[in-house]
């Protein structure tokens, strides 16, 4: 089987439907986890009422999320609720730190592999680490078609893949919810997500640059393994 013949090859970059309710899951023993079975209920229904209030003040915001999928405006409002559930009681930097560690890091140990069809993509004719910056380079390319991450170019060497992206879709659609503290949830899903695959992919990623913490463009580096300078301590 060739890479381009995956089914997830050029999809639409958004949660895996397999991972959706492992991440159920996962916010729900988090939740339990830090607030007891008892306080669970008043958490829920902050949730709900925040949810609820963000899709009333924020219709524009609610279009824009619904016209890039169904996944990607239930996920937009689940976490912001989320989120201001937590800073309700944990203030709104502790919030996040929560929502980073005990949510978004559980997530990324099974959505990335997903994301990547990973187990498929490793059983793939040729070299694993070319089959990889093809499925990168779809992956870009499909964002850019439906206007979310757009790419701006990239650079295909024999032994590295650039990708240069200039918006993202996490900042613009959380910034009009006013919590910008999500718009980086996605850079931390991969902060922790990459390098749990980067041996099956044969593969050292880079990315030192995003615009979630304030730069102009997001540059992805996906280098072969053993290639890469010694700078993964800078990832962001």
Known sequence: ??????????????????????????????????????????????????????RKEHPETQKKAAAMGDIMEKE???????????????????AYEFFKTEVINEIAKTSMASLYQLDDLKKCEGDV?????????????RT?????????????????????????????????????????FGCDHDLVGYPLIEKDVDCDFRRLSTIASGDDYCLFEFYRRGTAPDNAHLNI
Do not use: H
């Open 144 to 184: 850019t078609k439906d206007g979310t991450w757009l790419m701006d170019g990239y650079e295909n060497k024999k032994d590295k893949l650039t990708i240069k992206v200039t918006t993202c879709t996490n900042v613009e659609l959380f910034n009009e919810l006013n919590v910008p503290e999500l718009g980086k």
């Open 129 to 141: 680490f070319e089959n990889f910056k093809k499925m990168n380079i779809a992956i870009f390319e």
């Open 1 to 54: 089987m060739k890479v381009e013949e995956l089914e997830k090859f050029g999809a639409k970059l958004e949660m895996p439907k397999e991972s959706m309710k492992e991440q159920s899951r996962i916010m729900l023993r988090a939740l339990r986890r830090k607030f007891g079975l008892l306080g669970m209920p008043a958490v829920f229904k902050d949730i709900y009422f925040f949810q609820r209030k963000l």
């Open 76 to 94: 937009l409002f689940i976490f912001s609720g989320l989120y201001l559930a937590l800073a309700k009681r944990l203030g709104r930097g502790n």
